[in-house]
């Protein structure tokens, strides 16, 4: 519940910058996908699925070697995770605010730190996760802009009595190939 308003604060936030006068920044929409590769803490073999991510975002502030913008991202697994050794299914979904920073020019490299609620639902329940985010990637723009991006979340602290997937820590790496204008 906490990392929920948490969420919807730091939205509201984002809101606030995306009714400034239209030459103070820039509006992105874009969208991405590539595979999420799970480390379940207490699990083993955990396969790596294929997800998807829709974005809006706001660079705020244009300085004169890079941008940095605020962005709002929902993703959401397109294929059935499994975790390993009892061959548990699961789909996936994640609502996150990620602050960035793009470098000036055509080629850019991109820095990406924030926080995400993700969500693992199962044939028994929906466990959450509060996550931290780091990323970087590199991209080119003309016009659009096409980006390659490696995030890695870590969540949980893998203390949890009893703990059994998913509710235990861990980490994933996303790998993606995206579009935003």
Same mark, same amino acid.
């Given at each position: 519940m906490k990392s929920k308003t948490l969420i919807t604060s730091l939205a509201l936030i984002l809101c606030a910058f995306l009714v400034q006068p239209v030459n103070a920044g820039e509006l992105l929409i874009g969208a991405k996908a590539g595979v999420i590769d799970p480390d379940f803490d207490y699990t083993d073999n955990d396969d790596p699925f294929a997800a998807v991510t829709l974005g809006i975002g706001y660079e705020f502030l244009d300085l004169v070697a890079a941008d940095i913008g605020a962005e709002l991202e929902y993703t959401n697994?397109?294929? !059935? /995770?499994? +975790?390993?050794?009892?061959?548990?299914?699961?789909?996936?979904?994640?609502?996150?605010?990620?602050?960035?920073?793009? $470098?000036?020019?055509?080629?850019?490299?991109?820095?990406? +730190?924030?926080?995400? !609620?993700?969500?693992?639902?199962?044939?028994?329940? $929906?466990?959450?996760? !509060?996550a931290t985010v780091v990323g970087a990637g590199i991209g080119f723009s003309t016009g659009l802009r096409w980006e390659i991006q490696l995030d890695s979340y870590s969540y949980g602290d893998g203390?949890? !009595? /009893?703990?059994?997937?998913?509710?235990? /820590?861990?980490?994933?790496?996303?790998? $993606?190939?995206?579009l935003s204008f």
């Open positions: 697994s397109v294929a !059935d /995770g499994k +975790a390993f050794p009892s061959d548990l299914e699961y789909s996936y979904d994640s609502l996150g605010l990620i602050f960035s920073l793009r $470098t000036a020019g055509p080629i850019y490299f991109i820095g990406r +730190a924030g926080y995400v !609620d993700q969500n693992f639902e199962y044939d028994s329940g $929906t466990i959450e996760h !509060d203390k949890a !009595d /009893g703990a059994s997937f998913p509710n235990n /820590g861990g980490s994933a790496y996303y790998l $993606t190939v995206g």
